[in-house]
């Protein structure tokens, strides 16, 4: 079993800059892909980004590229969003989630989610 815990959201002025963080515990995350999703209210959780296991490879949801950066910790247990230029269409719940299977933007490819962490950007 794997507990993923999400961390860094807050409230942001648009421009401004966040990195989430995504920490597991109860199995280390080395052989799984990482992805994040969000959900923004009133809207379906959507992709955002994801990398793969040996982090080499990245996948990135349109209006996200060139913004946001994903990428994994030292030890691959932890998994990060830089998110840079952020805007009030941002504003939603981040959650991260890892895959046994590999890189993947469904989210039925994921086994294990985190509880998401609260992403506010004002105009």
């Known amino acids: 079993q794997v507990q993923l815990v999400e961390s860094g959201g807050a409230s942001v002025q648009a421009g401004g800059s966040l990195r989430l963080s995504c920490a597991a515990s109860?199995?280390?995350?080395?052989?799984?892909?990482m992805g994040w999703f969000r959900q923004a209210p009133g809207k379906e959780r959507e992709f955002v980004a994801a990398?793969?296991?040996?982090?080499?490879?990245?996948y990135y949801e349109d209006s996200v590229k060139g913004r946001f950066t994903i990428s994994r910790g030292n030890a691959k247990n932890t998994v990060y969003l830089q998110m840079n230029s952020l805007r009030p269409e941002d504003t939603a719940v981040y959650y991260c989630?890892?895959?046994?299977?590999?890189?993947?933007?469904?989210?039925?490819?994921?086994?294990?989610w985190g509880q998401g962490t609260q992403v506010t950007v004002s105009s």
């Open positions: 990398i793969s296991s040996s982090g080499g490879n990245t």
């Open positions: 109860g199995r280390t995350l080395r052989s799984y892909a």
């Open positions: 989630a890892a895959s046994a299977v590999g890189l993947d933007r469904r989210q039925s490819g994921y086994n294990y």
